[in-house]
């Protein structure tokens, strides 16, 4: 029998059948005030949630076990739940049955503890030996996990911070290290800062499940400038070319002496070379790139900015570009097998193997007839010809192509019919406007009468400019009628293609097959 279960019956004296209520009671907050001595002594961390536990505790026994037990019905044995302040722990207490009721099982306690809201932290092995302990148990029966804090990151410079020193270029590529001024020479690839990586913490979690996170954490403020880049899975700030590292705005910067041999995808400002240039790596990252001679580089273009003013431009692996973003010019030829996204000017020819969304000018012919050979989603301008294998693909899309002409003739052509248009247009509004008011007579108003000067005089400017377009227009009209030797050929051709050749203009919504679109007979030809 459970001690609560015993009820102490003695002859006092008194008159028969009186309960005695103080007794039980009395054992009962004895036992209780033991048990939590024990468990401040057992788990000294927890004194304040253990007194907290307790006012709560000591009512309970009250509104539980006060009253007589005779005449009453049995009761279960019950457990109470506690969470501490900051909830990383919770406590259990469990009330013995009353009047013969049922001991509580541990299924029953865990299902106590789950709807009470406790679910992280559960100390299973330590509730199961408090159950098999029986009478009056305090004990904790769930604990948190506070969140560990992380570590921030740190930059160590292996260099010192010296100022810039301009150095003269001779013979364009030579530097005088001669001169009495400390430098720092610098490699490609060597480490001018370690980095420390942020190291994140980890987050903790309440008894009743709630995240609680960790303390953020600072990257390291990495000084990077010009012509240096994160390398080494981010754990240093490295070279990207052969220079002079110097410091500049708190920044470590390279001025570049050689050619580079690596990626230029961190560049910050211009790079202008006078002579050839070769790349080894990819060009990113809205570098705007110059060189007086050829420029070969050994892997992509994506977001940049590349001009040769005097030679040939090489991409190796294709120019995969950014609308708007991506820009080639050189004053000779333009190779790549690849040409997407990119807005391409080449005085000479252009040689591809693939043309995607781009819109191209070349003073010569446009070639695209290996690999893929396709041209989609293109505008493309040429004074000579073009040839591919494809033009379009099964998607559908939208190619505009003129040939046969100087670049700048179509073009204009095209913006003087317009503007000459709209010349016309005007023009016979006001003679609108003028023989409504002429029709007036006498009757028209003085204010009327400065409206028709005015209008008068509108119209005679635009008989000028009528007159200046019609014979600027005639010249180019001049050029356009001179046979074209321009061509484009194809093997296959999705719709739609849009052809220009002079002032021939044709839409091409058919699929067609082995086409030689060509200017005869004052039409366009396909065959």
């Not at 506070?146 to 911070?161: H, I, M, N, S, W």
Request: net charge negative.
């Amino acid at each position: 029998m459970v001690l609560f279960d015993r009820f102490v019956s003695r002859g006092t004296g008194e008159q028969k059948g009186k309960p005695f209520l103080s007794n039980p009671y009395a054992k009962l907050v004895s036992e209780l005030d033991a048990v939590i001595k024990k468990a401040k002594e057992q788990y000294q961390g927890d004194g304040k949630t253990i007194d907290d536990f307790a006012r709560t505790l000591k009512g309970l026994c009250k509104s539980r076990y006060g009253e007589a037990a005779q005449g009453q019905p049995p009761m279960k044995a019950e457990a109470h739940f506690f969470l501490s302040e900051d909830r990383m722990s919770a406590f259990a207490c469990l009330f013995p049955p009353k009047n013969g009721g049922d001991e509580i099982t541990l299924e029953g306690f865990m299902e106590d503890l789950h709807y009470e809201g406790i679910r992280y932290g559960i100390l299973q092995e330590e509730i199961q030996k408090e159950l098999m302990g029986g009478r009056f148990r305090l004990f904790p029966v769930a604990r948190g996990r506070l969140p560990q804090g992380g570590e921030d990151g740190k930059v160590t410079e292996l260099f010192r911070r010296r100022k810039n020193m301009h150095m003269e270029v001779q013979n364009e590529n030579e530097v005088d290290f001669g001169q009495e001024i400390p430098l720092q020479p610098i490699r490609k690839g060597t480490p001018i800062c370690l980095i420390r990586l942020p190291r994140a913490g980890t987050d903790g979690t309440d008894v009743t499940g709630q995240t609680l996170p960790s303390p953020p954490v600072v990257d390291a403020q990495v000084p990077q400038g010009e012509n240096t880049e994160i390398g080494k899975g981010g754990q240093a700030l490295m070279a990207s070319v052969d220079g002079i590292l110097y410091i500049e705005n708190d920044l470590f910067c390279i001025h570049e002496q050689k050619v580079i041999d690596g990626d230029l995808d961190q560049f910050q400002g211009k790079l202008r070379i006078s002579g050839n240039l070769y790349i080894g790596g990819n060009v990113d990252g809205g570098v705007d790139v110059s060189a007086s001679g050829d420029i070969v580089i050994n892997g992509k273009i994506g977001q940049a900015q590349v001009t040769s003013t005097g030679g040939t431009i090489r991409v190796q692996q294709g120019i995969y570009g950014v609308d708007g973003k991506t820009t080639l010019a050189a004053a000779r030829q333009i190779q790549s097998p690849v040409i997407e996204r990119a807005d391409v000017h080449a005085g000479a020819s252009i040689i591809a193997e693939t043309i995607l969304n781009s819109t191209i000018r070349c003073g010569g012919q446009v070639y695209v007839m290996s690999g893929r050979g396709m041209i989609a989603d293109s505008q493309i301008q040429a004074e000579g010809s073009i040839s591919c294998l494809r033009i379009g693909n099964l998607a559908g899309g939208r190619c505009r192509f003129s040939v046969g002409y100087p670049l700048d003739v179509p073009e204009s052509w095209k913006k003087l019919k317009d503007e000459l248009s709209d010349a016309q247009s005007a023009i016979e509004k006001l003679w609108e406007l003028i023989s409504g008011l002429r029709k007036k007579g006498f009757r028209i108003t003085d204010d009327e009468k400065v409206l028709l000067e005015q209008l008068v005089e509108q119209r005679g400017l635009y008989f000028a400019k009528r007159d200046a377009l019609t014979a600027e227009l005639k010249c180019y009209d001049k050029v356009l009628d001179k046979k074209s030797m321009g061509k484009i050929r194809c093997e296959k051709l999705y719709p739609s293609l849009e052809v220009q050749i002079g002032r021939h203009v044709e839409e091409i919504t058919s699929v067609e097959e082995l086409c030689n679109i060509h200017a005869g007979e004052n039409k366009i030809l396909l065959k």
